[in-house]
């Protein structure tokens, strides 16, 4: 069942980004038609900004195929972190297209084009820009529901485009109402300038995420799991370290029991917490355990009744807290 659970999503997520290959690709020819009969360096901007739609969704469907691959032997925590290699080709072609519209825009400043259809080519580009809104909101769902970080920041992208449609839209209305083609250009810029933002903001996060760097949300989620969970004698956690691989997610945490266990019990018990955890965060999770004793460190926290090294009266079970799991402690 679980098997075929997987096979669905696969399907899902490869299907999705063919579809939004299709899709960019269609809504490119409507975008670039409405900049030939409009002659509109805005709308031509805004064309320009489309191409990376269709680079991307073409490069997201390899990484995609890429990342469907199990774990192997050289490969052992899998290959996910090429979705993040993807969102940071998608992050330079975006900020790649705002470079190329800024130079375009810069060169009509002084003598702007001259406007044809602007009207019809106005609708057709809002149109463009109304799919990609659509198209932007589908992939935006499938990669928060499939956790897919290439289907997600493509949602994202577009749904951008659709913001930069409207106020191009808005800025073109003002164009054809008072004949001030100067304004055009102008709307060109502000559009490479917003590109600009978006592209090095998708280059950073994902370059955050292939140096592993810390992610605040996945803490939060893992440690609102733990404090849900049966923990028994374990007493507290300390040095969790947790890494996300594309869609998987690799957590390492150090539990601390009664240092009166036997080896055989303080193993079992990690062992049944950690399947816990397995449990709540997903079949993507992947959970490694290390058991450290008490040291009569936590005796004010440790609810066992029987323990015969307790040095202070048991207070009461401290929730565990993001500072607390993350803290590096010494246990000799």
Avoid at 183 to 212: C, E, Q
Wanted: glycine share 8%; net charge negative.
């Amino acid at each position: 069942m679980a098997e075929t659970a997987l096979a669905f999503e696969k399907r899902i997520r490869i299907s999705t980004i063919i579809f939004a290959l299709l899709s960019s690709t269609g809504i490119l020819l409507l975008k670039f038609y409405a900049a030939r009969i409009s002659g509109s360096a805005a709308i031509r901007s805004d064309a320009l900004e489309s191409t990376v739609n269709v680079a991307a969704a073409a490069f997201g469907l390899w990484s995609i195929l890429f990342t469907e691959k199990p774990a192997d032997r050289e490969h052992p925590y899998g290959h996910g972190k090429m979705e993040y290699f993807s969102a940071a080709f998608e992050g330079g072609l975006i900020a790649l297209a705002g470079i190329l519209i800024l130079i375009d825009a810069a060169s009509h400043l002084h003598h702007p084009d001259h406007l044809y259809e602007l009207g019809k080519g106005l609708k057709l580009n809002l149109l463009a820009g109304a799919l990609n809104g659509l198209l932007g909101m589908i992939m935006l769902w499938v990669g928060k529901r499939y956790q897919s970080t290439v289907i997600k920041a493509d949602g994202i992208h577009l749904m951008s485009d659709l913001v930069t449609t409207g106020a191009l839209t808005l800025g073109l209305g003002f164009v054809l109402a008072t004949g001030w083609k100067i304004v055009d250009p102008l709307l060109a810029i502000g559009v490479a300038a917003f590109l600009l933002r978006t592209g090095f903001k998708m280059v950073k996060s994902a370059f955050n995420a292939l140096l592993d760097a810390e992610d605040p949300a996945l803490l939060e989620e893992i440690v609102k799991q733990l404090n849900e969970l049966d923990r028994g004698p374990i007493i507290a956690i300390h040095d969790l370290k947790a890494q996300a691989f594309g869609r998987d997610r690799h957590i390492d945490l150090h539990v601390v029991v009664p240092e009166w266990f036997s080896i055989k019990a303080a193993h079992d018990l990690s062992d049944a917490f950690a399947h816990q955890l397995f449990n709540s965060m997903g079949k993507n999770t992947q959970v490694h355990t290390h058991v450290d004793p008490c040291n009569q460190l936590y005796c004010s926290t440790c609810s066992e009744k029987e323990c015969p090294v307790r040095q202070q009266p048991f207070t009461g079970v401290i929730p565990f807290t993001v500072e607390g799991v993350i803290a590096h402690e010494d246990h000799g």
